[in-house]
């Protein structure tokens, strides 16, 4: 190296500015790598901060200005009672006016209740009578009635005190009406079955007899009759009592029923329960008219149905004339 070459680098070293630079570069690059450093954590704290904050439930706030305050509307609420709702009993007295099957389980419990939502009590049965001859607290009725012709002069109060009938039983109860005529058995409308004694009901079987207007009555008396078919499509409903309305149920001709057979049919259709003692229906009879020289409705209750279960209705008592009387 020559000598002017290294005089001048010798000067360039000793100058002050020179040896600081030498100094402060390695100290600005480890500032400048730390404030990158910094720089870069402070950016993913900032990332990771916002996605937390995106994926919470904002905070929602309202400021309240003494100018937009209302009073809050306050809701109406029900007037409570002055006493308490009456929840039906279970006692003895209820169920025995409860509908069938009342008496056992859950089942029993909704079935007397049911009908007490309204008023708070089990509905109870209706009275069940005919003419006066009345059957206790039956809940399935099944009336058989004589449509022979020898009922024609009695046949108008029949279908009356029918229609009164009726109107006594309430819907916890049910029935079904069956003439017989000749040896048939013709059945009001629902055939087959016990139908529900609400008003609508009745209405239309007492108009299905009588027929509706403008059209001649459904069922008119006329000819002889046997009482066995229409006696057994009534016990085949299981009814808890039978009301047998007849003048005659022996009859006559080729119509005519003996009594003893008459009585061995019965016996079969409703036997004894060996277990409780009782028949499983009581027939209740009213004869009209005449005295029957066989007594027969009078022996039918004397082994089917129950004491006071018999009545005559004579035609004094129904207001008509003896028989063979002239005008």
């Not at 019965?266 to 004894?272: C, Y």
Request: aromatic content about 4%; proline content about 8%.
């Amino acid at each position: 190296m020559s000598t002017s070459k290294k005089t001048r680098r010798l000067q360039h070293e000793t100058r002050p500015g020179a040896a600081l630079a030498r100094r402060g570069i390695p100290w600005i690059g480890s500032v400048l790598g730390h404030l990158l450093v910094i720089a870069l954590v402070a950016l993913l704290t900032w990332n990771l901060t916002r996605a937390r904050t995106e994926k919470t439930t904002p905070l929602v706030t309202a400021n309240i200005s003494a100018s937009n305050e209302a009073p809050i509307p306050q809701l109406e609420t029900a007037a409570e009672p002055e006493q308490p709702m009456a929840i039906p009993s279970l006692a003895a007295e209820n169920l025995a006016t409860a509908p069938p099957g009342a008496g056992s389980g859950i089942a029993g419990l909704t079935g007397s209740m049911l009908n007490g939502l309204g008023g708070g009590t089990p509905m109870a049965l209706g009275r069940v009578e005919f003419a006066g001859l009345g059957a206790g607290a039956a809940r399935k009725i099944v009336f058989v009635v004589d449509a022979s012709g020898s009922m024609i002069g009695v046949f108008p109060f029949v279908i009356a005190e029918l229609s009164r009938s009726l109107a006594k039983l309430s819907p916890a109860q049910r029935y079904a009406v069956i003439f017989f005529q000749r040896d048939e058995a013709l059945l009001a409308p629902p055939r087959g079955r016990l139908t529900t004694a609400t008003n609508d009901h009745v209405e239309q079987t007492i108009r299905w007899i009588q027929g509706e207007p403008g059209r001649p009555p459904t069922v008119v008396p006329t000819g002889r009759s046997n009482p066995m078919q229409a006696l057994q499509s009534a016990l085949r409903l299981d009814p808890e009592v039978i009301f047998l309305l007849s003048s005659n149920v022996t009859g006559s001709g080729r119509y005519a029923v003996d009594l003893e057979d008459l009585m061995l049919q019965l016996e079969e259709l409703n036997p004894v329960d060996p277990a409780t003692g009782r028949r499983g229906t009581s027939i209740n009879c009213i004869q009209f008219l005449d005295p029957d020289p066989l007594d027969a409705l009078r022996q039918i209750v004397e082994e089917h149905g129950t004491e006071g279960g018999y009545r005559f209705l004579g035609r004094t008592e129904l207001g008509l004339k003896p028989l063979g009387t002239l005008e």
